[in-house]
T-cell receptor
Framework: AQSVAQPEDQVKVAEGNPLTVKCTYS??????LFWYVQYPNRGLQFLLK??????LVKGSYGFEAEFNKSQTSFHLKKPSALVSDSALYFC????????????FGKGTMLLVSP | KAGVTQTPRYLIKTRGQQVTLSCSPI?????VSWYQQTPGQGLQFLFE???????NKGNFPGRFSGRQFSNSRSEMNVSTLELGDSALYLC??????????????FGPGTRLTVL
């Protein structure tokens, strides 16, 4: 079975500081990894994905994520946080071996203070 | 290109009633997946439809059902509503079925409140 863990319910950073939102995963085969963001009263918006290739993936709004196979992690990062980045962030995984649906983590609330 | 649309956006029902939610995917997308989002359980997969066929189903009781039409629009139905069915129901569409590397695009959701 596949699973995703987001160990932090909440992450607080000051505007201008770098941010990291953590994600670890477990799959049988090669992982397809995704990050989504959800603003209040909105659906999820796709940020970035890792399928294969470079371990550092760049996505929307200046976000990037680093795939680390040995640590089974896919942490989301941004060099300089904005107040407008405050939202709920979801990591998701799908097993690339065969057919499987997307499994989401519980979500991490990012709070960026002015 | 228009995004995923869901109707209605908000719904209030009472226990025992049934409800139908609608989802129109992005034009050209043939896969529609449904999720239930609650504060305690997070995002839970309900089912996926691709080319009018249910490809996969999550761990929900039979009161939850769905279907997809030839134009890829999808509906989900919940019968005999319970208080615990109160949630945000999200629909997501993608070009190909789940199991591929396509990302999903989500609608704004339908907020269902069961009284």
């Amino acid at each position: 079975a596949q699973s995703v863990a987001q160990p932090e319910d909440q992450v607080k950073v000051a505007e201008g500081n770098p941010l990291t939102v953590k994600c670890t995963y477990s799959v049988s085969g090669n992982p397809y990894l995704f990050w989504y963001v959800q603003y209040p009263n909105r659906g999820l918006q796709f940020l970035l994905k890792y399928i294969t290739g470079d371990n550092l993936v760049k996505g929307s709004y200046g976000f990037e994520a680093e795939f680390n196979k040995s640590q089974t992690s896919f942490h989301l990062k941004k060099p300089s946080a904005l107040v407008s980045d405050s939202a709920l962030y979801f990591c998701a995984v799908r097993d690339g071996a065969g057919y499987s649906t997307l499994t989401f983590g519980k979500g991490t609330m990012l709070l960026v203070s002015p | 290109k228009a995004g995923v649309t869901q109707t209605p956006r908000y719904l209030i029902k009472t226990r025992g009633q049934q409800v139908t939610l609608s989802c129109s995917p992005i034009s050209g997308h043939r896969s529609v997946s449904w999720y239930q989002q609650t504060p305690g359980q997070g995002l839970q997969f309900l089912f996926e439809y691709f080319s009018e066929t249910q490809r996969n189903k999550g761990n929900f009781p039979g009161r939850f059902s769905g279907r997809q039409f030839s134009n890829s629009r999808s509906e989900m139905n919940v019968s005999t509503l319970e208080l615990g069915d109160s949630a945000l129901y999200l629909c997501a569409s993608s070009l190909g079925p789940q199991g591929t590397n396509n990302e999903q695009f989500f609608g704004p959701g339908t907020r269902l409140t069961v009284l």
